[in-house]
């Protein structure tokens, strides 16, 4: 039966809509004005010192992104969601494991975005039902400043490192939000308990912080792994080590994480095939084997080139000479990005005399200057 709006107040209807999150998997609520706040002058230094890479949405959309009246007139209240995705044992560890693969603990289960977009939708189709309200819904799909609106709906601070952080979840919340056009009572802004801590900052392997709240994204192994469409600079390829989508350890070093507990049964507990995969066996994948791997999630998205380029980095970070045979099968393939990562790898695990023999085997027929500048260099 619909609820007439008129018959609650609205601090009515926003209890309504928190129970009702909680019912649905939300772990964190709260409320933010549909107004700009301080972030687009964040934003906009952030673009002009060119800290965003080739991600060019962000400067395209940057108004939009930059005030949510500009995305949506009619809306005058966001209500920001956060599920919680805590990992069971510390990323890092993995790290130590040079012939497997370190993937990002967001991408190790099922694609977040769908996962919330249909908890999301349930939602805001309640909300809209039952108070007679408008809603739009986003999961990381719109020009929308996810972390700033979070932190002034109360959900935590943007760390030092720049990401979200929660006093009960730490580092690992999955962001949602819902534009609504009911006037619902806004959150305080979360206080910022940093502190002097900034072990974000001094743990970052490539030092994406040019200063604290401040982040290169040029130079962030997340960015470089999933964003970046090019090759990768050879001054972060070592860097990198076998991370090869994404980077928890700004994330994981957080001391605010040990309030945070991990639940395996949550929706997005990760695939054992995705928890420290074998270099080898990724390397061999193709086209068709990458989509089929790694179906239903985020890392889908970046394509079997990308992903084969950064697996490449890994294995020429591995210093285990047994892996260049993984690299040597990928010196003709199709794509100048996994050609190049393989030139790079076998350089850096192969004896000069046989690393020099493929050189003159392939560096004649090579038609990419980038991929010939690699045999050169190395």
Request: hydrophobic share 40%; with cysteine.
């Amino acid at each position: 039966m619909r609820t007439s709006i008129s018959d609650l107040t609205n601090s009515d209807i926003r209890e309504r809509i928190k129970v009702r999150a909680r019912e649905l998997g939300f772990a964190a609520f709260g409320v933010a004005r549909s107004e700009a706040g301080p972030e687009r002058a964040a934003l906009g230094e952030f673009l002009a010192r060119g800290y965003h890479g080739d991600m060019a949405w962000l400067e395209t959309k940057r108004e939009r992104r930059g005030d949510p009246k500009k995305l949506w007139p009619e809306a005058r209240s966001i209500v920001m969601l956060g599920a919680e995705y805590t990992p069971e044992a510390p990323p890092r560890k993995m790290l130590s494991q040079s012939t497997l693969g370190t993937i990002s603990v967001y991408a190790q289960g099922r694609d977040y975005h769908n996962v919330l977009k249909k908890s999301l939708k349930q939602l805001a189709g309640e909300i809209a039902i039952q108070f007679g309200a408008e809603v739009k819904v986003f999961v990381d799909t719109a020009p929308v400043m996810e972390k700033p609106l979070a932190a002034r709906a109360g959900l935590g601070w943007q760390g030092k490192h720049s990401n979200l952080v929660s006093r009960k979840y730490g580092s690992w919340l999955f962001l949602a939000e819902i534009f609504t056009t009911i006037d619902l009572p806004p959150d305080a802004a979360a206080e910022d308990h940093c502190g002097s801590c900034q072990a974000c900052l001094d743990i970052c392997p490539t030092r994406a912080f040019p200063a604290p709240y401040r982040l290169d994204a040029r130079r962030c192994i997340s960015y470089l792994t999933i964003e970046h469409k090019g090759h990768i600079a050879r001054e972060f390829r070592a860097a990198m080590g076998n991370r090869i989508h994404g980077c928890d350890d700004c994330l994981a070093v957080c001391p605010w994480n040990k309030f945070a507990q991990a639940d395996a049964d949550h929706a997005f507990a990760p695939r054992a095939e995705l928890h420290g995969p074998a270099l080898a066996e990724l390397a061999a994948l193709d086209d068709a084997a990458f989509q089929a791997r790694f179906a239903g999630t985020a890392i889908k998205r970046t394509g079997r080139d990308r992903f084969l380029r950064n697996v490449l980095i890994a294995i020429g970070n591995s210093a285990e000479a047994d892996l260049a045979v993984a690299a040597e099968q990928h010196l003709d393939d199709g794509s100048p990005l996994v050609r190049a990562m393989a030139v790079w790898a076998l350089s850096r695990l192969l004896p000069t005399t046989d690393f020099e023999a493929l050189r003159a085997r392939h560096l004649s027929g090579e038609d990419d200057a980038t991929v010939s500048a690699e045999w050169k260099v190395t």
